[in-house]
């Protein structure tokens, strides 16, 4: 996750040692060496894409053409899931030590919903909401199905019961979808599944200083953004339990005008998602541009 980059530039190293003396273990040598059985539970990813994230922006900052340089003008920003987190501390909203620890309890607490109700995530490709709301209407059962991500038209996730997410390939492909994955994740995120972990994300949420963001951070409960603190607070504990509206987040930064747009991670997803709202938006990433 954290790569020659990071090594190589002081301040993202800097910002792997403030999340270490949080989380009281060393992140950068958990991303750099594993094992990859503790860095994949959702208890240390979270916190290790929150921070691989924010040491990415201080890379990006170093770049002539990035969106810091004198006379630039930063509009929005927005993540993904908890790419929301990384979004509020670039935002002003939260600070690094506070994030962190938020992320910590998320990941932890989610970490024990999954344990408590094994469940899974399936991409489902090539149908539209209603159709895979449809889906989840019949190969649901007695358990929990539900969409969970909205990531652009004709890439939608749904979450729930292991036994549900086992019967989705099916009942999709009878209604026309394109191919099903399973993704590699710990739990049925962002169902009613989580909502232990929602509750005890809302109480250390009410513990930090969440602050006015000098940017609007666009929600993913809502696709719309907010810059008050305690609308922030309670969008955060809904997103755990609710649907990510990533798609329709993005058309709503779209619709703003906006001029050049950033990816802030190691890898493309959020961009090859880009292309597929508006494939004429170009999108740069901090390290291949």
């Known amino acids: 996750m954290a790569g020659a980059w990071c090594l190589e530039s002081p301040p993202a190293l800097a910002i792997f040692e403030r999340a270490s003396a949080v989380l009281g273990y060393d992140l950068l040598e958990v991303c750099q060496n594993g094992p990859a059985e503790r860095l994949n539970t959702t208890a240390v990813s979270q916190p290790a894409i929150l921070v691989t994230s924010l040491a990415m922006l201080e890379l990006l900052r170093t770049r002539e053409d990035s969106p810091f340089v004198a006379g630039a003008t930063e509009a929005l920003t927005a993540g ?88 989705v390939p099916a009942v999709a492909t009878a209604a026309g979808a394109m191919k099903c994955v399973a993704l590699e994740v710990a739990g049925a995120f962002h169902t009613p599944l989580m909502e232990p972990a929602r509750e005890k994300l809302a109480a250390v949420l009410d513990e930090v200083d969440l602050r006015v963001p000098r940017i609007p951070v666009i929600s993913n409960v809502d696709a719309q953004p907010h810059t008050d603190p305690s609308e922030i607070r309670a969008l955060l504990a809904r997103q755990v339990c609710g649907v990510v509206e990533w798609q329709a987040s993005m058309e709503h930064l779209l619709s703003t005008g906006v001029g050049r747009l950033w990816e802030v991670g190691p890898g493309r997803v959020l961009r090859g998602l880009l292309k597929r709202i508006d494939r004429k938006r170009p999108c740069l990433g901090v390290i291949d541009g």
């Open 80 to 167: 993904l899931s908890l790419g929301e987190y990384t979004a509020l501390v670039h935002a002003g909203g939260l600070d690094l030590e506070s994030a962190v620890k938020v992320v910590d309890v998320r990941g932890r607490a989610m970490q024990a919903c999954a344990e408590a109700s094994p469940g899974g995530m399936v991409a489902i490709l090539g149908l539209d909401r209603e159709q895979v709301i449809g889906v989840c209407d019949e190969a649901r059962g007695e358990d929990v199905l539900a969409v969970a991500n909205v990531l652009c038209p004709g890439n939608i996730v749904v979450s729930g019961s292991r036994a549900a997410c086992e019967r």
